[in-house]
């Protein structure tokens, strides 16, 4: 008689000490355009549980963070410098940050399926809450690092490594109770793939000492030089890297499902070496995927691809 899937699950878990909580999160109202909040439900369509049963992990629980609705824009979030749905933002955020720290409490790996780039600053602000001094490893073509007064659009989305480090308002305290300070050190995060910076963004960089490999590092060192570097940094003195992936990374003939493309990403081969370097380094304890835009796919390409990245980060190898 065939297994059941709850059988099969059963015998794996007692072979494998590896367990992670899949966290849902179909939110997409901290961006400028409708569609990151069916992102989970494509990952999941596109074979996200299939490809997890050929890692060493399990998925011991699960859990949906449904977005709240917003009752409308208040009249003083279509001035500049306003933060756009921060309510909302805010609600989700939180239930997001309770999630990540009782995954990490039971010793379960996060993994969090946004949604929109603002789910970070929960899962951050959740890791934190937890006890965890996580170094971070962020993919982005962005920098995430606009205040609310510098915001061009108002996304929160657009400020959330700068709200995780304590740079901008919301910061991670608004996100979950007992932080007395920012979620991460800016001494143990660093950016990767950025090539659309704001002056801002710039500015905030260079005075704050944050390491960033641009597109053009990528290209002059390659990449596996700089994801050695990028674990030296993030990995020193903290209790594991967590990895915080926007599909924006990606060059969009790669990933045309993003809200905003960038020309000049990440290719399809060197983001899997990237994330099969970071497995084999052990120091991978969570992990949140945003920026999937289904809506603005190709049949599926960009949640395909995200899953397989996933995959390859879990430890997901050919041999």
């Known amino acids: 008689m065939a297994e059941t899937k709850r059988e099969t699950d059963t015998m794996r878990e007692t072979e494998s000490t590896k367990k992670l909580s899949l966290i849902q999160v179909p939110f997409g109202l901290g961006t400028g355009r409708p569609g990151s909040e069916a992102a989970p439900e494509s990952m999941l369509q596109a074979g996200l549980l299939r490809q997890l049963?050929?890692?060493?992990?399990?998925?011991?629980?699960?859990?949906n963070i449904e977005g709240g609705m917003d009752a409308g824009a208040p009249a003083d979030e279509n001035r500049r410098g306003a933060a756009k749905h921060l309510p909302v933002v805010l609600e989700t955020g939180r239930r997001v940050a309770a999630e990540v720290a009782g995954a990490a409490g039971r010793g379960e790996l996060p993994l969090v399926?946004?949604?929109?780039?603002?789910?970070?600053?929960?899962?951050?602000?959740?890791?934190?809450?937890?006890?965890?001094?996580?170094?971070?490893?962020?993919?982005?073509?962005h920098a995430g690092l606009n205040t609310e007064a510098a915001s061009p659009t108002g996304g929160i989305g657009s400020m959330a490594l700068a709200a995780a480090l304590g740079l901008a308002k919301p910061d991670a305290r608004d996100f979950a109770d007992g932080l007395d300070g920012p979620a991460i050190d800016k001494r143990r995060v660093v950016l990767i793939g950025v090539r659309d910076v704001e002056p801002e963004e710039r500015a905030l960089i260079r005075a704050e000492g944050i390491e960033v490999f641009t597109m053009h590092e990528v290209d002059r060192m390659g990449i596996e030089a700089v994801i050695r570097r990028a674990v030296a940094?993030?990995?020193?003195?903290?209790?594991?890297?967590?990895?915080?992936?926007?599909?924006?990374?990606?060059?969009?003939l790669e990933a045309p499902g993003v809200a905003l493309q960038v020309p000049g990403g990440l290719t399809y081969r060197e983001a899997h070496f990237a994330c099969e370097l970071l497995a084999e380094t052990g120091h991978v304890a969570s992990i949140d995927v945003v920026e999937v835009n289904p809506l603005l796919d190709e049949s599926r390409r960009t949640s395909r691809l995200a899953v397989g990245l996933i995959a390859s980060l879990l430890g997901k190898r050919i041999l």
């Open 113 to 141: 399926l946004g949604g929109d780039r603002s789910v970070t600053i929960g899962v951050l602000a959740g890791l934190a809450a937890a006890g965890k001094r996580a170094g971070v490893i962020y993919f982005d073509a």
């Open 53 to 63: 049963r050929k890692t060493d992990f399990v998925v011991a629980s699960e859990s």
């Open 233 to 252: 940094i993030a990995g020193e003195g903290t209790d594991g890297i967590h990895v915080s992936f926007s599909a924006d990374c990606l060059d969009p």
